[in-house]
């Protein structure tokens, strides 16, 4: 069994302004960089052999101080990038809303079917996603591992480790905060432990 600790990055400026990050490149903001800390006291007595992180800055500026606390190298990995929205990216939520009534919806509710213009297809993030959570998953098969991954990627992580096809993309995602999941063989995410 691996368990796995999923670590919402910090909030960034567009969070704050309800904008659509996606694979743009955004640092923490003032509450950002206080929600990293709070997560270093929160995790400062969890096992953790392993932190992986996406390449984003809000995912390197929170995964860098657990991993200081807790003595653990933070591995950057590329596959672990965000999801990108293409022409929605820097948009507030709602004015994608107000613009794409039908279409935001329908993106929210089952984002398989939705490509936002010039965006990333779903499907393609999730087959990066998978072949590299498959490996970083085999390295630690009885251990206990950190992955500092923003949301929608968050979602998708979640949703494969618990091999789960269906997540719901959610345009108040949660920043800061930690998901403990755990792994068995055989059980959930036959395909990552296979």
């Known amino acids: 069994m691996i368990r796995v600790v999923l670590i919402r990055p910090g909030a960034t400026l567009y969070d704050e302004q309800r904008r659509i990050q996606g694979s743009l490149d955004v640092p923490l903001s003032e509450r950002g960089r206080a ?3 709070r997560l270093v006291d929160q ?3 969890a096992r953790i052999d392993a932190i992986y992180s996406a390449p984003c ?3 390197l500026e929170t995964a860098g101080p657990v991993g ?5 190298r933070v591995r950057r990995v590329e596959e672990l990038r965000n999801l990108d929205h293409g022409l929605w990216q820097g948009l507030q939520f709602d004015e994608v809303k107000r613009r794409h009534l039908k279409l935001f919806r329908q ?3 089952d984002p398989r079917c939705v490509c936002p213009p010039c965006g990333e297809p ?3 993030a999730l087959g990066r996603m998978r072949v590299a959570l498959k490996a970083i998953v085999r390295r630690h098969r009885d251990g206990s591992i950190g992955l500092v991954v923003p949301d929608p990627m968050g979602l998708m992580v979640a949703a494969s480790l618990r091999d789960d096809d269906q997540f ?3 345009d108040r995602a949660p920043t800061g905060g930690v998901q403990w999941i755990e792994v068995e063989a055989g059980e959930r995410a036959a395909g990552l432990l296979a």
Do not use: P, Q
């Open 122 to 124: 779903i499907e393609s």
């Open 68 to 72: 200081e606390a807790l003595g653990v």
């Open 57 to 59: 800055a809000s995912a």
């Open 168 to 170: 719901r993309l959610d």
């Open 43 to 45: 995790l400062a007595d």
């Open 107 to 109: 993106w929210n509710d």
């Open 35 to 37: 929600e990293a800390a």
